[in-house]
């Protein structure tokens, strides 16, 4: 392998929440030096990156990938396709299939799928109860034991809570990670919007914000319980966060992550009944938005990601309330997240320590930073650069993105997986 030395770049450091101009060198596949200014004399191939960034791959938590089950809307190579293009150079995927991933069986499928079609790095996690139902947890050992990263039931909450609490119990023993849905079932069935002027003038079925806050508490209480480590997949809601930052400060194994659509759209955005904006949780008022976000900032919320969920125009061409849930967002997650940036809310290292740093840190991973040793997994992009979004030029087989048609800044130009270019912009 050809050792490679970026120059002329914006190095975008998480770890360290600087921004400078400098260099990057890779040999074997793994970050050999750094610095700022020039660059020293080297044998390696050299990429100019013309003063545009260079940050750690994204690592996104909470990707579906349709098989198996439902290959229409995502396969493994188009959901990798679709990362490398967005500087998504890791996927740690979700249960949620059809079956589930629930068996070591299944899940060595899968890996197998992702191996031979995914340019980028895929990490499956596996279902925390038999067929996602809340009834008997699944063979976290053996599941385990088979590469499952991180244990989830998805948007199906445990609402058992003697079930939960042996489920996080055996996790603990275990030393593996629960991700869970913070959201009270009963309030939260059937809902399609938040609660307030906006669902109530267009008829919608809503739910309160206090549902994430309850199921919230209740996790926070079986985790005091069990002393489990354990990750809320999406914290949306400003009334969900004093708990959060009180279970951070009693010491619990905790951490919280958002989406990229909870971050840059609120309620309002649904217009007139436009389904692919329907996502879960709903999306919120723009004063839980505007919170989402400054707890991202300060670090209470840990974890950005893109919850990318396909689903094909038969699901989402419905009346609102019977649409299926959910977006595409692995090639949108960094122009989006830019959006913050440009707006001058978050700054690209509180950016990429969301996106990247914190994800790897939560997994166990050595990637996410710009360190020597650390794997060669970079992206390359432009935060400048204009364009408007045409969903039909997306790489996923499904391109339900709410972005569609709407005006965006910030273009990946290059990735790189173990220092292999596995993208390039045309």
């Given at each position: 392998?050809?050792?490679?030395?970026?120059?002329?770049?914006?190095?975008?450091?998480?770890?360290?929440?600087?921004?400078?101009?400098?260099?990057?060198?890779?040999?074997?596949?793994?970050?050999?030096?750094?610095?700022?200014?020039?660059?020293?004399?080297?044998?390696?191939?050299?990429?100019?990156?013309?003063?545009?960034?260079?940050?750690?791959?994204?690592?996104?938590?909470?990707?579906?990938?349709?098989?198996?089950?439902?290959?229409?809307?995502?396969?493994?190579?188009?959901?990798?396709?679709?990362?490398?293009?967005?500087?998504?150079?890791?996927?740690?995927?979700?249960?949620?299939?059809?079956?589930?991933?629930?068996?070591?069986?299944?899940?060595?499928?899968?890996?197998?799928?992702?191996?031979?079609?995914?340019?980028?790095?895929?990490?499956?996690?596996?279902?925390?109860?038999?067929?996602?139902e809340g009834r008997e947890m699944t063979e976290i050992g053996?599941?385990?034991?088979?590469?499952?990263?991180?244990?989830?039931?998805?948007?199906?909450?445990?609402?058992?809570?003697?079930?939960?609490?042996?489920?996080?119990?055996?996790?603990?023993?275990?030393?593996?990670?629960?991700?869970?849905?913070?959201?009270?079932?009963?309030?939260?069935?059937?809902?399609?919007?938040?609660?307030?002027?906006?669902?109530?003038?267009?008829?919608?079925?809503?739910?309160?914000?206090?549902?994430?806050?309850?199921?919230?508490?209740?996790?926070?209480?079986?985790?005091?319980?069990?002393?489990?480590?354990?990750?809320?997949?999406?914290?949306?809601?400003?009334?969900?966060?004093?708990?959060?930052?009180?279970?951070?400060?009693?010491?619990?194994?905790?951490?919280?992550?958002?989406?990229?659509?909870?971050?840059?759209?609120?309620?309002?955005?649904?217009?007139?009944?436009?389904?692919?904006?329907?996502?879960?949780?709903?999306?919120?008022?723009?004063?839980?938005?505007?919170?989402?976000?400054?707890?991202?900032?300060?670090?209470?919320?840990?974890?950005?990601?893109?919850?990318?969920?396909?689903?094909?125009?038969?699901?989402?061409?419905?009346?609102?309330?019977e649409a299926a849930s959910g977006a595409v967002a692995l090639?949108?997650?960094?122009?989006?997240?830019?959006?913050?940036?440009?707006?001058?809310?978050?700054?690209?290292?509180?950016?990429?320590?969301?996106?990247?740093?914190?994800?790897?840190?939560?997994?166990?991973?050595?990637?996410?930073?710009?360190?020597?040793?650390?794997?060669?997994?970079?992206?390359?992009?432009?935060p400048d650069v204009p364009f408007v979004l045409d969903r039909?030029?997306?790489?996923?087989?499904?391109?339900?993105?709410?972005?569609?048609?709407?005006?965006?800044?910030?273009?990946?130009?290059?990735?790189?997986?173990?220092?292999?270019?596995?993208?390039?912009?045309?």
């Open positions: 392998m050809t050792d490679q030395i970026f120059t002329n770049a914006r190095l975008i450091d998480p770890e360290a929440g600087t921004d400078t101009v400098g260099w990057l060198h890779v040999s074997e596949g793994r970050i050999a030096g750094l610095g700022e200014g020039v660059a020293p004399a080297t044998d390696a191939h050299v990429i100019d990156c013309g003063g545009q960034c260079l940050a750690p791959g994204i690592v996104d938590i909470g990707v579906k990938v349709c098989e198996p089950g439902e290959r229409h809307k995502e396969s493994y190579k188009s959901a990798g396709l679709a990362a490398a293009a967005g500087g998504v150079t890791t996927i740690v995927t979700r249960p949620d299939t059809l079956p589930a991933i629930d068996t070591p069986e299944t899940l060595e499928f899968a890996t197998r799928r992702a191996q031979a079609d995914a340019p980028v790095n895929v990490l499956p996690m596996a279902a925390l109860t038999k067929g996602r053996f599941l385990q034991d088979a590469g499952a990263v991180a244990f989830t039931d998805c948007d199906h909450v445990v609402a058992n809570t003697k079930v939960f609490s042996r489920a996080l119990t055996y996790a603990k023993s275990c030393g593996v990670l629960v991700i869970a849905h913070p959201q009270e079932p009963g309030l939260s069935t059937g809902a399609a919007a938040t609660s307030g002027k906006f669902a109530a003038l267009y008829g919608l079925p809503a739910v309160s914000p206090m549902a994430e806050r309850m199921g919230l508490d209740r996790d926070i209480a079986l985790l005091e319980m069990t002393g489990a480590a354990y990750h809320a997949d999406q914290i949306t809601t400003a009334r969900a966060l004093p708990a959060l930052e009180r279970a951070k400060r009693n010491g619990l194994n905790i951490t919280a992550g958002t989406s990229i659509h909870h971050l840059t759209l609120n309620e309002l955005d649904v217009a007139d009944y436009r389904t692919f904006f329907k996502v879960k949780p709903p999306l919120r008022s723009e004063d839980d938005r505007q919170a989402v976000i400054e707890a991202v900032r300060t670090g209470l919320i840990d974890i950005i990601s893109s919850m990318h969920t396909p689903q094909d125009e038969e699901s989402k061409r419905l009346p609102f309330e090639e949108t997650l960094l122009p989006a997240a830019l959006r913050l940036y440009h707006a001058e809310q978050l700054d690209l290292p509180t950016l990429f320590r969301a996106m990247a740093l914190n994800p790897a840190k939560r997994l166990g991973l050595e990637s996410g930073r710009l360190a020597e040793g650390a794997p060669a997994d970079l992206v390359l992009f432009d039909f030029s997306l790489k996923s087989k499904s391109q339900n993105t709410p972005f569609d048609g709407q005006r965006m800044q910030g273009k990946v130009t290059a990735t790189y997986v173990a220092g292999q270019e596995v993208y390039r912009r045309p």
